[in-house]
């Protein structure tokens, strides 16, 4: 780890005459219109306003940090069936695609799996958590409704000094047509594909008056599945309405949800079974299934004088889902929800000529809710897990929730070159847990499973607190009027799940765990040209008191783990017609220390994991797009991503090969109001897997899909 924080610190001083020959003048770039016939980067794409990072404006160019955002333009040019596909953008990024709108989020990571594995990243809308901490699902990205979105942001790397526990690894924030930095064109469109596939978007912005402006966008979804028994149905709504003055504005946003998913498992037949065309449709769960719906409002209330800025937003969220934990012996129902009510604050100085600063407050108040229920007798060829895993309810609790913070920042030029900034935030988040059923490993009726004590394990009514400071400290320098480097630390944590610490197994009543932590340190460059674009980090991080299930199917956390790696995502135009974006990453997930851990079926992990890869954690990752403007009406976009070997066991015994991915998007602009577009997935129709693991004593595959040919049609209104 020495040699890392040499190489981060030799970054950061790399000389500004290294990339001062490739500047160029700087020229007034075109506005972007609503269709695009010009494949020429805008300014906006090369040098975009990150809002998310510092929340607070800042041009990218000179953030301290790593910041990519993915356009409305790039949105709709894929056409995305999941949002894993508009990721690969994002170096250091990989949204694993599971079944239908299943997914596991990995930034800066290894892929995380577990109940209370969403904590280690934060997931907004506008600003505003998808889901309340402590009650996040590791497949909440299916709730953004990513097709009317102005811009989705992907912060890399620590953030919980400015937004609280979570953002331990990253955090991603969709802003909204009224919200966001790109302007949402009004259009209507379709897209249709293999399996019944078919996507309807409409949007609609208008202005009433000068003073006021609403937007609606609907998507409705269907996907027929390609493995048997499988596919979904997915409703989304959103609807704003937007009314300003001289000095303030207020945006209404309210989003609805609704996905109604027949779930295929995973491929089960054995070593590299995703490569046999012949069973890649099997689906040994055909009575899988996950339902879910989630309503969310937010009001952005902003205001200023002359000298001070200030944003109010009070916000509610309601969401349930249910599914069927078909990998689990037994395949009980979990059913799981929650509502909030919250609100958050800043206050800043406008008159920013000596230093700028900012103050805040979050609160939020979430009831919470969880089920378990196993329908049938367990039926396994092990009585023991017979026993000890009942027929009938195994989990019945409410949790309500109050989480507060406050937090400052500040912003301080040492000189015209040079600038500081610090933030500092406090959390505390308290849990009032209400068992529902009768305390213990029993059965539902208050018995004692025959063989041996009963696996599912209720704790009696308490309460839990948790609090935490985080802070950061950054540098900034601008070495030349193209070159900006900078250097940062990061503290950061997120406090347990509900689940990790009421939702229990073999005998375990009060898990002794607290704060997860995590120490991140990263240097790097962002070089802009009027043509070229260079952004390059380096970081390494270190994390404490890791929570995880140990050999007695306990949670504890003692564990440790480090983190580190580069990133390097480039633009540049070649030619009027033609452009580049490149992005890898290259990345070390490994366990510092060893740990007693269980796999899923209790398996007692025997080796020293010390110095091992984390699991699902490839080492390289890299994409290219290719955009050539053929003709003035007919452009194209040939997409590559690579994902290399990882390992699928801590002991680092089994390896998926990995995988290059190549796509093609192109779309035919018949005239100002309409678009045809064509695009084709897999395009080399590769047999490769979503994501592999091994558990169980089984290689298991979400298997890649096939070629797949989708063709659309867009309408824009004069």
Known sequence: MHSTYSILLLCFCIPSQVLASLSTQQTEQETPTNIDNQVKMNKLELDHISITAQRQPIVSSKLIGNSH???????????????????????????????????????????FTGTGSCGEFLTAENGVPLRAKGFCNVNQTFDYHYFNASNIEVIKGTHSARYGANALHGLI?????????????????????????????????????????????????HDGGYQESSGYKELKLNAQFATQGEQFKVTHIASINYLDQQTAGYLQAGKNAYQDRSITKQ????????????????AKIEAQTD??????????????????????????????????????????????????????????YTQGYLKQTQANQTNTSSNFLNSILPKGKHYDYQVNSLNQAIYAQLSYPI??????????????????????????????????????????????????TFQHVSYNLELGYQFNSNLFGYAKFDHGFRAPHNTELYKLQNGQLKPDITDQTIDTLETGIHFLSDKYRLDVSLYTAKKSNVIFFDSNRNYVNHAKTEHEGIEVESSIEVSPSFSIQANFSWAKHRYANDINQTDLDG????????????????RFMA????????????????????????????????????????DLMTAYQINSNIELKLNIFNLLDKTYAERADFAFGQYRYFVGRPREVFIGVSYWPD
């Open 69 to 111: 955002l993915i356009t409305n333009r790039q949105i709709n040019q894929i056409s995305a069936q999941h949002l894993n596909q508009l990721f690969n953008q994002s170096a250091g990024t990989w949204l694993s695609r599971g079944n239908g709108q299943e997914s596991l989020l990995a930034i800066r990571s290894p892929v």
């Open 173 to 221: 924030n969709l802003s909204s047509p009224l919200i966001g930095i790109n302007e949402v064109a009004n259009q209507a469109s379709l897209i249709i594909g293999p399996n019944q596939y078919a996507n309807l978007k409409i949007h609609n912005t208008k202005m009433l008056d000068y003073a006021n402006e609403y937007a609606v966008g609907l998507s409705l979804k």
């Open 283 to 298: 689906n040994d769960h055909p009575q899988a299934f996950r339902k879910a719906k989630a309503l969310r409002y937010q």
């Open 307 to 364: 000298h001070y800025a200030w944003t109010l937003t009070p916000y509610l969220r309601a969401n349930d889902m249910s599914f069927l934990m078909h990998f689990l012996p037994g395949t009980p129902v979990e059913e799981n929800g929650h509502s909030s009510i919250g609100f958050s604050g800043q206050f800043t100085n406008l008159d920013q000529t000596n230093s700028s600063w900012l103050i805040g407050l979050d609160t939020e």
């Open 415 to 464: 000189t015209t070159n040079t600038v500081i900034n610090s933030a500092i935030r406090y959390d505390q988040i308290s849990y009032d847990y209400d068992n529902q059923m009768n305390s213990g490993n029993t059965q539902e009726n208050g018995e004692n499973c025959q063989i041996a004590n009963c696996r599912y394990t209720r704790p009696a009514d308490r309460k839990d």
């Open 603 to 618: 398996n007692e992990s025997l080796a020293d994991l010390t110095d091992n890869d984390i699991d699902t954690a490839p």
């Open 623 to 662: 994409g290219i797009n290719l955009d050539w403007q053929l003709t003035e009406n007919l452009k194209t976009q040939l997409a590559t991503k690579h994902l290399s070997n990882y390992y699928l066991d801590p002991e680092n015994q089994h390896e998926y090969s990995g995988h290059t991915i190549f």
